[in-house]
């Protein structure tokens, strides 16, 4: 139960800090908007592809032919034939292009997978943790038929006690001085990190940052071990700091204020990239670009519950500091002087999505001021060169046969990217379709508590308590039965919390969760939660949780008193909330800090009339 709710907790907090971070099926059947396969009756991984354009990671090509032995491209060429006898794709009216290059991601779950279906067959992680490389590092290189995207990865990020990317619950081995940085980045290499990624936020107001001096030393010890650094920034006066210290790209492009020409020639004369992230950058400035994703044709029959979920959601509001306008401006500026921009998506993020959110990206890079070609080879043949990944991102003898064939031609709408008709993964075609659940969610009865003789739930249901000690924070929470009769309450759920600020997102309370970690239940008959309450006055928080969801939970707020009400909640007014997919509520005191104390009871659900 508290793994489960971490796991949900890992991503509430994804949700607050920009740069970090088994569904519900959906149909599969192809809408009217979304390409049809090309070739779907062959196997294996060899292929003969006539009558294509075909944009090679750095330029198009008119009626060409592309051969796939086994695999990797053998040739592209006008005057090419079939000598080998193999399977023929006819890419008439199509354009063929390298499978795409996400050049920042956060991974977890299914994320890979999630990534593939939108035509992302390489994924460049910014932060993840770190017994997860092992496991990518053998499945990248081989060729093998895999319905999962290639993942290279910066591991564990350099950071602070108490600063981001300590908020996940995953052990962080963070740096107190510079004179730690060369173990720092020695542990790294062991550990299989493809890079070094640390964070350089000094102005932030909200969270400690990395010193100077500590980022200068990371940054000369990864250069001693022949590793690329990059660097989470959010300010150009930090980004001015990290050219001087000699990074190699930032992970965010600074939309605070606009570059002045001094720092944009700099920028070009030190060789350095930007992974401008600027979907992510549109959510905190409040234009909500995911919801717009998942009403696209071309892309809304292969978005899952969860997917669909997060991006519906957002960051609450605008966040100061980040303007799209600045961003967008920035990016144009940049690569108007040279400076390589590469696409990234910073997924998981809330209103983006593994896979999904690329395609967005691409369509911003041409807002920004880029050609749809600079467009697509930030998503492909850029990325991979400049992280040193010989074999893909483009389309060329001797590369693995990672590629999409798209309906229409990029140049004329660069959403043509989202109508993709084949994806040929190591050759192989891949399966698109979303996965389905093994049994329907079960439903359950509207009485979730009364507390009259024990701390009782409906079957499949437990009550427990939550806190952020549980992803090292220090807030407590204890739940216990008054028993009817005792002093002037009958029988009712107390919950005492201790609120600490030690958290980056503190919270303490009950939690009424699905005891089977692989099941859920389903709400959809229910439309609303009904319970009764007294305690601290405060502002409190019913959080709800669906089995795979990503980003903030849907929250609703509720006021609580000294005296007894009744309080009811409607589940309806939260669209991102998958009731079908149900697997937990958490009562929340507030972040604010300080002891509280509550009681619950007769907690129902609400049914529709």
């Not at 009558?51 to 040739?75: K, N, P, Y």
């Not at 107001?205 to 010193?211: A, E, F, V």
């Amino acid at each position: 139960m508290h793994q489960k709710f971490a796991v949900f907790v890992a991503a509430i907090v994804v949700s607050l800090f920009v740069g970090i971070l088994l569904v519900l099926p959906t149909p599969t059947a192809t809408s009217a908007g979304t390409a049809e396969p090309v070739a779907s009756n062959a196997s294996g991984n060899s292929w003969f592809v006539h009558s294509a354009t075909v944009f090679d990671g750095r330029e198009w090509h008119s009626d060409v032919v592309l051969i796939v032995d086994q695999g990797r491209i053998t040739g592209m060429g006008a005057d090419l034939r079939n000598t080998e006898g193999f399977a023929e794709i006819d890419a008439s009216g199509r354009t063929v292009l390298p499978g795409l290059v996400d050049a920042h991601t956060h991974t977890y779950g299914n994320a890979q997978r999630d990534a593939q279906r939108f035509g992302v067959t390489t994924m460049l992680d910014m932060f993840t943790a770190p017994a997860l490389l092992s496991e990518t590092r053998a499945s990248r290189d081989a060729l093998d038929n895999t319905d999962q995207a290639s993942l290279f990865s910066a591991g564990m990020l350099a950071t602070v006690a108490g600063g981001h990317g300590t908020q996940y619950g995953i052990p962080i081995d963070v740096l107190e001085s510079p004179a730690q940085a060369n173990a720092w980045v020695a542990a790294r290499q062991r550990e299989g990190s493809d890079y070094i990624k640390l964070v350089y936020i000094p102005d932030s107001q909200r969270i400690p940052s990395l010193d100077l001096e500590t980022a200068t030393a990371v940054i000369s010890a990864a250069k001693a071990a022949d590793m690329m650094v990059v660097a989470h920034i959010d300010s150009l006066a930090a980004a001015r700091d990290l050219l001087d210290a000699g990074i190699d790209g930032f992970v965010h492009i600074f939309a605070d204020e606009v570059a002045d020409a001094a720092f944009i020639a700099d920028a070009k004369a030190r060789g350095i990239f930007v992974i401008p992230t600027l979907s992510v950058i549109a959510m905190v400035d409040g234009r909500a670009p995911g919801k717009a994703l998942n009403d696209d044709p071309d892309l809304a029959p292969f978005i899952d519950a969860a997917n669909r979920n997060n991006l519906n959601n957002s960051f609450g509001g605008r966040i100061p500091g980040f303007s799209l306008d600045i961003a967008l401006q920035n990016t144009r500026l940049l690569h108007e002087a040279g400076v390589p921009v590469l696409a990234g998506s910073d997924a998981p993020n809330p209103g983006t999505a593994h896979g999904v959110t690329l395609h967005h990206e691409i369509l911003l890079l041409e807002e920004a001021g880029m050609s749809p070609a600079a467009a697509l080879r930030a998503a492909s043949e850029l990325p991979a060169r400049l992280f040193g990944l010989d074999d893909r991102g483009h389309l060329r003898d001797g590369a693995r046969a990672d590629l999409l064939i798209v309906d229409g031609d990029p140049r004329d709408d660069i959403k043509a990217t989202r109508r993709i008709a084949t994806l040929l993964r190591n050759g192989f075609i891949s399966d698109r379709s979303l996965p389905t659940l093994t049994a329907a969610s079960a439903t359950i009865e509207p009485d979730l508590g009364d507390f009259e003789d024990a701390i009782a739930a409906p079957g499949g249901l437990t009550w427990t308590q939550t806190s952020d000690a549980m992803m090292g924070g220090k807030s407590s929470a204890e739940i216990s039965l008054i028993a009817p009769g005792a002093a002037d309450s009958g029988g009712a759920l107390q919950v005492v919390t201790e609120v600490s600020r030690a958290f980056a997102f503190p919270w303490a309370g009950a939690y009424l969760g699905v005891t089977d970690n692989d099941s859920s239940v389903n709400l959809e008959d229910y439309q609303g939660i009904r319970f009764d309450v007294r305690g601290t006055a405060e502002t409190y928080r019913l959080m709800l949780f669906s089995k795979g969801a990503m980003g903030a939970p849907p929250t609703l707020n509720f006021e609580v008193s000294a005296d007894w009400q009744a309080v009811e909640l409607s589940l309806d007014t939260l669209t991102e909330f998958d009731a079908g997919n149900f697997s937990g509520m958490a009562f929340a005191t507030p972040m604010s800090g300080g002891s509280y104390r509550f009681e619950l009871d007769n907690v129902r659900l609400i049914a529709r009339d």
